[in-house]
């Protein structure tokens, strides 16, 4: 489907965009103290528009059994994969258990945010509208994943906050989005209206991109260290190169509308979430693991990306 030059152009542009991130944040034009209000402008109000732009008027989402499969694909696939994580580092013994647990959740949780949309939008032309609408519905069922079985394999506990924490703005933005989309569309929205969301939503991806720089050059220092290389080299063959294969075989085995085989080709391809580090920090797991699988990945990831999507698409049914 795609070109093999055409999907590292893609990738390209992005990590681009995330180089500027760390670059801005070296000469001190996006400081830390800045990362507070901007995270939280991404998450409550740009990502939402976001959503709501490329959700209402979706037709792919138009099928229930889309709105129903890509999510519990999410829940499953994620739930999977951190659970093989969880079992290859208790195999490998990568350390104490507060380590073997932030490695479980490194590992198993692919970034599902600022990676995945730009591509997706710069791969599929006018169809990757409808690819991000699916693939928003798809992170709904990650979230649930990550805030049920993640927090009690990271913590060890049941989690006791995990409903709380699935109400959030980009959920709902969501919930809202689908329930406009199967009533009254686009068509039933003020124009002006939806010209403001775009044009708030527009600034998600680019925001959420710099921000993503930022934060690895700040972590970038520790990451070398006593037992660095061999977590960081798991951590890649994990996430890399066995993981994907879960994502391929829900492409192979499930009944599923092309935008959402598109998904699951670049969910394989995904490098290592980078919200690890932070929730290891609370939830009593080891961030400095979290850390150097994030940034591990995240860097091999610039080679095994392109190659991952230019077979996956070739598995990908024809519209």
Known sequence: MSPLPLIAEAMLSVVLVIGVGALIRRVGWLT?????SLLA???????????????????????????LLAPAAGIVLVS???????????????????VQRSFALAAGLQNYGYFALPLALSLFGGEGNETVAVLFVHNLGVEVALWTLGIVVLSGTPPRDALKR????????????????????RVGVPAVLLKSVSLIGSAAIPVGLLLTGATMVDHARGVFGP?????????CILRLGVLPLVYCLALWTLPASV???????????????????ILSKHYGGDSLTALRVVFATSLVALLTIPIWIHFGLKWVSAP
Do not use: H, W, Y
Not at 32 to 36: K, L, Y
Not at 259 to 277: D, G, K, N, T, W
């Open 166 to 185: 699935l109400i959030n703005a980009p959920t709902c933005a969501i919930v809202v989005a689908l329930i406009l989309n199967s009533t009254v569309g």
């Open 80 to 98: 999977v994969c951190i659970l093989i994580a969880l079992l290859v580092g208790r195999l490998f013994k990568v350390g104490a258990p507060p």
């Open 32 to 36: 830390t103290a800045a990362d507070t």
């Open 227 to 235: 037992g660095g290389l061999r977590t960081a080299v798991l951590g």
């Open 41 to 67: 402008l991404v998450v409550n109000l740009l990502t939402p528009c976001l959503i709501l732009d490329k959700v209402m008027g979706s037709s792919a989402l138009e099928r229930a059994s889309t709105v």
């Open 259 to 277: 935008e959402l085989q598109r998904v699951f080709v670049l969910q394989a391809a995904m490098p290592a979430a980078v919200s690890p580090i």
